[in-house]
């Protein structure tokens, strides 16, 4: 019959589309950088500790990639029901047991077989990794740069944090728990000053989009991980200060930092109901250094050395 050399598009295709759009992240959830308001960081104090510590890693160049988190899901396979990008330790999976993290090889220098991992960014204009159930659609941007900083206290000295310390930052479901564990940071290389808490950043053009990612740093002085896995190393206060009964430890600042497309167009992977909500960001480290490395980075910050 005539007429039928073009077809009218099929409701399924427009249907796709709705679902993808469904999926997150939206048009609200991204602010141009120049509107961030720019944030102060809490002044150090006479007796602080200036110093700082880079633990130097790579960026995933060999993708070691899974879906896993052993922290907060141990034995699970997919139980973040995200990607993760790992650098340190290249045994990291949902069987790691302090044991297996130890006998592993590094990415790292200096023999620190810790492991750093976060989710990872996809550019969401592409349909790779389309059939993902979890909804985790799009191409796999690699970070630029990976910067694991080690910093000092505002407050004062810092102690040592003991081997196979587990601490993690930010809240991968805080778009339905609500933002008290939340802690996202997204930036601008060159606008370093405006930290957004709940929104992608649009950059201007040359300029990389940033993950600054602030870990806990007042240790309860006797435990490696907690129940909930936040309340043995809690965050300080406004002004870099420890609560009472705890100890500052070297505090881990990660800097991711990637080339995306122009415009609203990329996303972190995230568990399906968060939609991709950029307070969901997070971070996780296990502290696997050799002591005497561990006692350089408390040399280095509370020496005011830059190592």
């Known amino acids: 019959p005539p007429g039928?050399?073009?077809?009218?598009?099929?409701?399924?295709?427009?249907?796709?589309?709705e679902e993808c759009a469904d999926l997150g992240p939206?048009?609200?959830?991204?602010?141009?950088?120049?509107?961030?308001?720019?944030?102060?960081?809490?002044?150090?104090?006479?007796?602080?500790?200036?110093?700082?510590?880079?633990?130097?890693?790579?960026?995933?160049?060999?993708?070691?990639?899974?879906?896993?988190?052993?922290?907060?899901?141990?034995?699970?396979?997919n139980g973040a029901h995200h990607l993760h990008d790992y650098v340190g330790n290249l045994s990291t999976d949902a069987f790691s047991t302090d044991e297996s993290l130890a006998a592993a090889g590094t990415t790292c220098r200096l023999g620190d077989k810790s492991t750093y991992f976060w989710p990872v960014i996809?550019?969401?204009?592409?349909?790779?990794?389309?059939?993902?159930?979890?909804?985790?659609?799009?191409?796999?941007?690699?970070?630029?740069?990976?910067?694991?900083?080690?910093?000092?206290s505002p407050a004062g000295d810092v102690v040592a944090m003991p081997r196979f310390m587990r601490i993690i930052t930010g809240d991968a479901k805080a778009a339905t728990n609500g933002g008290a564990n939340a802690k996202a940071g997204w930036s601008c290389s060159g606008f370093q000053n405006r930290i957004s808490p709940d929104k992608y950043t649009l950059c201007p053009r040359g300029s990389q989009v940033l993950r600054i990612l602030?870990?806990?740093?007042?240790?309860?002085?006797?435990?490696?991980?907690?129940?909930?896995?936040?309340?043995?190393?809690?965050?300080?206060?406004?002004?870099?200060?420890?609560?009472?009964?705890?100890?500052?430890?070297?505090?881990?600042?990660?800097?991711?930092?990637?080339?995306?497309?122009?415009?609203?167009?990329?996303?972190?992977?995230?568990?399906?109901?968060?939609k991709h909500n950029p307070v969901t960001d997070h971070g996780d480290f296990v502290n696997v250094m050799p002591d005497r490395l561990m006692q350089t980075v408390v040399s280095c910050i509370n020496r005011g050395r830059r190592c």
């Open 4 to 17: 039928t050399a073009s077809p009218s598009p099929s409701p399924t295709q427009s249907g796709d589309e």
């Open 122 to 152: 996809r550019d969401r204009r592409s349909d790779e990794n389309a059939d993902d159930p979890d909804g985790n659609v799009g191409r796999l941007v690699l970070p630029r740069a990976v910067t694991l900083q080690f910093r000092g």
């Open 26 to 77: 939206f048009p609200q959830d991204f602010v141009n950088i120049r509107q961030v308001q720019p944030v102060n960081e809490a002044r150090i104090g006479r007796d602080g500790s200036r110093g700082s510590f880079i633990s130097r890693c790579g960026t995933n160049q060999n993708r070691h990639n899974n879906p896993d988190n052993f922290i907060v899901a141990p034995g699970v396979s």
């Open 214 to 274: 602030d870990f806990p740093s007042c240790w309860d002085g006797q435990n490696t991980d907690s129940a909930n896995h936040r309340t043995h190393v809690v965050f300080p206060d406004q002004n870099g200060a420890c609560p009472q009964g705890t100890q500052a430890i070297p505090q881990l600042r990660m800097t991711l930092a990637y080339n995306v497309p122009q415009g609203p167009s990329y996303a972190v992977d995230a568990f399906p109901e968060q």
